[in-house]
C-alpha cells in the first residue's frame, strides 16, 4: 500500500519538475531570440518635456515625433527587424501658484518589419500624469548691472497609467517576448521622480530636466527595467516684434536596469542611448511652433544589436 502511494507523489513530482523545467527552457529560447527595440524604441519608454512655451496659467499642446530603430542578431543576421514608431501626443500643463500640474495623453502607431514578416498595432497609449513644486525662483543682477540672471527649481513626482492595450499572450504557442516591445501599453502602473532647473539670463537660458521612472511588473509578470532620463537645452531668444525664435542645442541621454520575465532576467535588455538635439520654438503671442531633431552620439541597446536611426519631434502649443 505504500508503494502504491509513493508512485503517485514521485509521478506528480516528476511531472512539476517537466513543467519547471520546460519555462525555463521556453525563457532561455525567447531571451536569446529578443533583439527588438526597448529601451527607446517602445513608445511607452519615452519622457520628453524639453523647452516648455512660455506661459503664466497654463498651455496646451499637440506633439508629433517619429523614431526608426533597426535591428540584426549577431549569432544569425538573417534574423533582423526595423521598427517605426509615431507618437501623436497631447499634453498640457497649468500653474496653481507653486503648483504644476502636467498631463501626456499619447496615441501610439508602431509597425514592425521583420524576417518573420509586419506586424503593426496603434491605440491609446499610457497616460501620464506629473505635479511639480517649485522650491525657489530667484533673480540676482551683476555688478555692473548689465546681467540679470534668474533660476528657478522644480521637483515632483507623477504616475503612468496603464491605459494603452497589451495584447501578449504568453500562452500562445509563438509568443516571444520581444513582443513586449511593440505594444502601445506596458500592462502596468509605473511611477516618476523629476526634478527641472531653469536658468535665464539675458537672451540665453538652460534647462536641465532629470527624470527617474519606477516600473512595476504587468498582469503578465513581465516587468520593464527602471529608467533614467537627462535632458539639457542651451537656447538663445530672437525677438522681431512680437515674434521671437528660439534655436536651442543639447544633449538627450536615455539608460534602463535589465527588463524582468516571471522573475528571471532578459538578457541584455538594458542599455542606454544618448543623442545630441537640435531644435527650434518660434512663439508668436500666444501661438507655439517647435521642431527637434536627435542625432545619435553613442548607444548600447540590446548588446549592439538595435541602433537608433532617426528620431524627430514636431509640437504646436497654445499658451493662455
Excluded at 43 to 63: A, E
Excluded at 88 to 106: D, I, R, S
Excluded at 140 to 169: D, F, M, Q, W
Aim: charged fraction near 15%.
Amino acid at each position: 500500500m505504500c508503494d502504491d502511494l509513493i508512485y503517485p507523489i514521485q509521478k506528480l513530482q516528476i511531472n512539476k519538475m517537466k513543467k519547471y523545467l520546460m519555462m525555463l527552457l521556453l525563457c532561455a529560447m525567447t531571451c536569446v531570440s529578443v533583439f527588438g527595440c526597448e529601451i527607446c524604441g517602445c513608445g511607452n519608454s519615452n519622457f520628453q518635456i524639453g523647452l516648455l512655451p512660455s506661459f503664466s496659467k497654463g498651455f496646451l499642446g499637440v506633439r508629433y515625433s517619429m523614431s526608426q530603430f533597426s535591428s540584426i542578431v549577431k549569432e544569425d543576421q538573417t534574423q533582423y527587424s526595423h521598427d517605426y514608431f509615431k507618437i501623436t501626443e497631447l499634453w498640457g500643463g497649468y500653474n496653481f501658484n507653486k503648483l504644476q500640474v502636467m498631463a501626456f495623453v499619447p496615441h501610439i502607431i508602431s509597425r514592425k518589419e521583420s524576417d518573420d514578416g509586419v506586424t503593426a498595432s496603434q491605440g491609446i497609449g499610457d497616460v501620464m500624469l506629473l505635479l511639480n513644486y517649485k522650491l525657489f525662483s530667484s533673480t540676482a543682477i551683476s555688478n555692473n548691472e548689465s546681467t540679470t540672471i534668474r533660476h528657478e527649481l522644480y521637483a515632483g513626482g507623477g504616475i503612468k497609467l496603464p491605459t494603452g492595450v497589451n495584447r501578449v499572450n504568453v500562452d500562445d504557442p509563438g509568443f516571444n517576448i520581444g513582443d513586449f516591445n511593440s505594444q502601445v501599453g506596458t500592462g502596468s502602473v509605473d511611477y516618476l521622480l523629476n526634478l527641472t532647473h531653469n536658468m535665464m539670463w539675458n537672451r540665453s537660458g538652460i534647462v536641465t530636466n532629470v527624470a527617474y521612472r519606477i516600473n512595476s511588473s504587468n498582469s503578465q509578470d513581465y516587468r520593464f527595467g527602471n529608467r533614467a532620463y537627462l535632458n539639457g537645452s542651451y537656447y538663445y531668444t530672437i525677438t522681431a516684434g512680437v515674434m521671437k525664435i528660439k534655436p536651442s542645442a543639447g544633449v538627450n541621454y536615455q539608460a534602463n536596469a535589465v527588463n524582468t520575465f516571471s522573475g528571471l532576467n532578459v538578457v541584455d535588455s538594458n542599455g542606454y542611448n544618448l543623442n545630441a538635439t537640435l531644435g527650434v520654438n518660434v512663439l508668436y503671442n500666444k501661438i507655439g511652433v517647435s521642431a527637434m531633431a536627435f542625432l545619435p552620439v553613442a548607444q548600447e541597446i540590446y548588446a549592439g544589436q538595435t541602433e537608433l536611426k532617426s528620431r524627430v519631434m514636431l509640437g504646436l502649443t497654445y499658451s493662455f
